[in-house]
């Protein structure tokens, strides 16, 4: 790869307002001892020393994104995001060049680490087509029926929770996204762009603790995670 083709830039979907939380604020803006989601994840973005730019998309009503500390960081951009994560993507990517990388990451998951960022890009040397931090299902999996009752249990062999980050070349992301979105494709994140065009992204084991917050018993249990950092590396 040549250095034009590394160049590395952190697409955050930030627009949503996270309705399954209960809260007056998008879940983003949620605080975990004293700092929001959101700054938390940017953070981790703006550290990493391959990571070049961090472009966030949010809502175009946003009320709270300009009082965070870091919200005039020189390496992070912000555009108007939509109403679903594909688009809000797209409109990061739109920003973009055509010769770098698009590392998505939900803006909900801060306890990603540098580590597992470190294992992504290398993976790149095996799967150039793009990969996605995912991490095995460990759990007894079962299908459900429509009346709560369950149907069957699944085999959990070569099942993956799909995480974030999800890197790949920024314009054929692009492109897939475009294309899937114009033939109202089901499109749930960079990955399933992907596969609708053919593409069979790699899969890099990532860590457990790389939740997204979604209920509020979350933010308790990536408080946890967090306050765990001194003594791990993240």
């Known amino acids: 790869m040549n250095d034009c083709q590394d160049k590395i830039v952190a697409i955050v979907p930030a627009a949503g307002i996270g309705s399954r939380m209960g809260a007056e604020i998008p879940k983003q803006y949620l605080l975990i001892d ?3 989601i ?3 994840t940017l953070e981790l ?3 990493h020393p391959q990571i070049d730019h961090v472009v966030v998309a949010l809502h175009p009503q946003d009320q709270f994104f300009n009082s965070l500390p870091l919200s005039s960081h020189p390496k992070l951009h912000t555009v108007v995001g939509g109403s679903e994560r594909a688009d809000s993507v797209l409109a990061c990517l739109k920003h973009l060049g055509d010769d770098c990388w698009a590392m998505v990451h939900d803006a909900a998951r801060p306890c990603l680490t540098h580590g597992d960022i470190d294992k992504l890009i290398a993976s790149r040397q095996h799967f150039p087509q793009g ?12 299908r459900g029926n429509v009346d709560g009752t369950v149907k069957e249990t699944v085999c959990r062999e070569r099942l993956w929770h799909a995480l974030t980050p999800q890197l790949f070349p920024a314009s054929v992301l692009k492109g897939n996204l475009e294309q899937a979105l114009a033939q109202q494709a089901n499109i749930t994140d960079e990955a399933s762009a992907m596969e609708w065009a053919g593409v069979s992204p790699g899969l890099v084991d990532g860590r457990v ?3 997204k917050i979604t209920h509020p018993d979350d933010l308790l249990l990536a408080g946890l995670f967090l306050g765990n950092a001194n003594s791990l590396e993240r």
């Open 38 to 40: 959101l700054q938390l």
């Open 209 to 211: 603790d790389n939740i």
């Open 34 to 36: 004293e700092k929001t």
């Open 45 to 47: 973005l703006l550290t």
């Open 131 to 142: 990969a996605i931090l995912a991490a095995p299902v460990r759990d007894t999996m079962k």
